[in-house]
């Protein structure tokens, strides 16, 4: 599909499904090799958004791991709140274990910093950051994304787990908003 519409908001192609599992291959080689000798990493999905990432990168994932969900929330609409509301709690004691959290993306980096400050105080012995996406240029956080599989501009996409207001999940492919034919289509208010 060219380009799909939620709600109001048209949205264009803009990272086929080829190029995101060529990206997650990548970045599972990566994490295979780094992590080859750690006793049991946790691999910590984050909810919802990573649902089909975390799935395509386990499948590539060869070493003997565990596999945890978290849930948060911190978006409303196309923005961050600033404000990262814990759904789910840990199931599992990351107690002296080696973390690996796995994002659908790092925008501002306010989810991420909150997750790594709650893995700390749970005892983790050390914490590496995957995320399928990473916006650098919004990314306001010190923490060191280890393991970034794509680097996109600041644009707001959906797709592949990745949703607006809940919608546009399921779709292999992701997209991006397209600013232009969403100005078009704005009722123009005649006074
Ligand atoms: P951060 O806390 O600002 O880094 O935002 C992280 C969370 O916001 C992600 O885990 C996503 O759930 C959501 N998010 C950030 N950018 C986008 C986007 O472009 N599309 C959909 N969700 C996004
Ligand atoms: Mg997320």
């Known amino acids: 599909m060219k380009s799909i519409q939620l709600y109001n908001k048209t949205f264009k192609l803009y990272l086929p499904y080829e190029d995101i599992q060529m990206a997650v291959d990548n970045v599972a080689k990566t994490i295979n090799k780094e992590l080859k000798d750690v006793d049991t990493p946790i691999f910590l999905g984050v909810l919802t958004g990573s649902f089909m990432f975390l799935g395509d990168l386990m499948k590539r994932i060869d070493i003997p791991c565990d596999v945890v969900f978290i849930?948060?929330?911190?978006?409303?609409?196309?923005?961050s709140t600033g404000?990262?509301?814990?759904?789910?709690?840990?199931?599992?004691?990351?107690?002296?274990r080696t973390i690996v959290i796995v994002e659908d993306?790092?925008?501002t980096g306010t989810t991420i910093t909150e997750l790594h400050q709650i893995l700390k105080d749970a005892g983790a012995k050390e914490?590496?950051?995957?995320?399928?996406?990473?916006?650098p240029d919004n990314y306001k956080g010190n923490l060191k994304i280890d393991y970034p599989a794509l680097e996109i501009p600041s644009d707001f996409i959906v797709g592949y787990g990745l949703d607006y207001n809940q919608l546009g999940r399921?779709?292999?492919?992701?997209?991006?908003?397209?600013?232009?034919?969403?100005?078009?289509?704005?009722?123009?208010?005649?006074?």
């Open 170 to 191: 399921q779709y292999k492919d992701i997209y991006v908003i397209d600013e232009d034919t969403n100005a078009k289509n704005k009722p123009i208010n005649k006074i």
């Open 127 to 135: 914490i590496k950051i995957c995320t399928l996406l990473f916006k």
């Open 71 to 79: 849930r948060v929330a911190s978006y409303e609409g196309t923005s």
């Open 83 to 96: 404000e990262v509301k814990q759904i789910l709690g840990l199931t599992k004691s990351v107690k002296d």
């Open 105 to 107: 993306i790092v925008d």
